[in-house]
T-cell receptor, first 117, second 114 residues
Framework: GAVVSQHPSWVICKSGTSVKIECRSL??????MFWYRQFPKQSLMLMAT?????????EQGVEKDKFLINHASLTLSTLTVTSAHPEDSSFYIC?????????????FGPGTRLTVL | SQKIEQNSEALNIQEGKTATLTCNYT??????LQWYRQDPGRGPVFLLL?????KEKRKERLKVTFDTTLKQSLFHITASQPADSATYLC?????????????FGAGTRLAVHP
């Protein structure tokens, strides 16, 4: 149980285009979803926290107009990287916490590798 | 702000030995501390959670200790196997803005050699 999927697993896009990444909880309802980015050999950096039906809370230094987060249902959150540039190339990972069990355990998706040319 | 330090250098050990990884943090102690495993190109996988009032936690071949005085957690893998080779992440569980959120260390890469 507690499986989180991400789509796509990798994406290559041209500079200036927008890319949408989906995060789904497959077998549980996710009250809270988190979006992280990770550069090679570095730690996961939390970008934003979102609850279903409400606006995301962004971490300091993360541009909310550039990284649009929509948490439309208890099983789906999307991250849209708008007007992507090469410096946005990174590994994006989502996680989710459920409505039961340990609220402190986050279940992570497999990640999405974004490359902006 | 909270800072987390994990050995940046890879840990190389022989199969069957015990691997010990260190996680040190500054400032205040979190209510919970978690350890995750991450394989290359994959998301982290939860291993163990330890609370601030717990000194030690075990799960099969894994053992975690939490010393709030030293501001340190140790992660042990006994009878290590090549399949244990991965990067291990320490994460501090913080409650902020109405949510629990995790602050991750950069991880320590473990290589277990046959």
């Amino acid at each position: 149980g507690a499986v989180v999927s991400q789509h796509p697993s990798w994406v290559i896009c041209k500079s200036g285009t927008s890319v949408k990444i989906e995060c789904r909880s497959l077998d549980f309802q996710a009250t809270t979803m988190f979006w992280y980015r990770q550069f090679p050999k570095q730690s996961l950096m939390l970008m934003a926290t979102s609850n279903e039906g409400s606006k995301a809370t962004y971490e300091q230094g993360v541009e909310k107009d550039k990284f649009l987060i929509n948490h439309a249902s208890l099983t789906l959150s999307t991250l849209t990287v708008t007007s992507a540039h090469p410096e946005d190339s990174s590994f994006y990972i989502c996680s989710a916490t459920g409505t039961s069990g340990s609220l402190n355990e986050q279940f992570f998706g497999p990640g999405t590798r974004l490359t902006v040319l | 702000s909270q800072k987390i330090e994990q050995n940046s250098e890879a840990l190389n050990i022989q199969e069957g030995k015990t691997a010990t990884l260190t996680c040190n943090y500054t400032n205040y102690s979190p209510a919970y501390l978690q350890w995750y495993r991450q394989d290359p190109g994959r998301g982290p996988v939860f291993l163990l959670l330890i609370r601030e009032n717990e000194k030690e936690k075990r799960k099969e071949r894994l053992k975690v200790t939490f010393d709030t005085t030293l501001k340190q957690s140790l992660f042990h893998i006994t009878a290590s196997q090549p399949a244990d080779s991965a990067t291990y992440l320490c994460a501090l569980d913080m409650f902020s803005g109405g949510y629990n959120k995790l602050i991750f260390g950069a991880g320590t890469r473990l290589a277990v050699h046959p």
